[in-house]
């Protein structure tokens, strides 16, 4: 079974940086991370192919950066001058070998969750 974990939220502040990690397991194709902040919607942040492809939010675009470590099923999210906009549970999300790429659709596969919380 397909189990992904995400991990690296937690409190900052406005300005500051954060990592995301989510380890998934089993064979995975595309990788994403959404966020959803209480009464909005859910969003995608960034998503990237298993040959590196990558989209990401407008709002997002030149502060967050999304890699992937294929051998070790794991992908990453690189958030530089965090706004307290940016606050949300963060999400990581996969779907199967050959699958498109996360955007307005996303995978089947998704984390459980981890906060990220920035202060002004």
């Known amino acids: 079974q397909v189990q992904l974990v995400e991990s690296g939220g937690g409190l900052v502040q406005a300005g500051g940086s954060l990592r995301l990690s989510c380890r998934c397991s089993?064979?995975?194709?595309?990788m994403g991370w959404y966020r959803q902040a209480p009464g909005r919607q859910r969003e995608l942040v960034a998503a990237v192919s298993r040959g590196g492809n990558t989209n990401y939010a407008d709002s997002v675009r030149g502060r967050c950066t999304i890699s992937r470590d294929n051998a070790k099923n794991k992908v990453y999210l690189q958030m530089n001058n965090l706004k307290p906009e940016d606050t949300a549970a963060y999400y990581c999300?996969?779907?199967?070998?050959?699958?498109?790429?996360?955007?307005?659709?996303?995978?089947?596969?998704w984390g459980q969750g981890t906060q990220v919380t920035v202060s002004s």
């Open positions: 089993g064979n995975i194709g595309p």
């Open positions: 999300n996969a779907g199967p070998i050959g699958t498109a790429l996360p955007g307005r659709f996303a995978g089947p596969y």
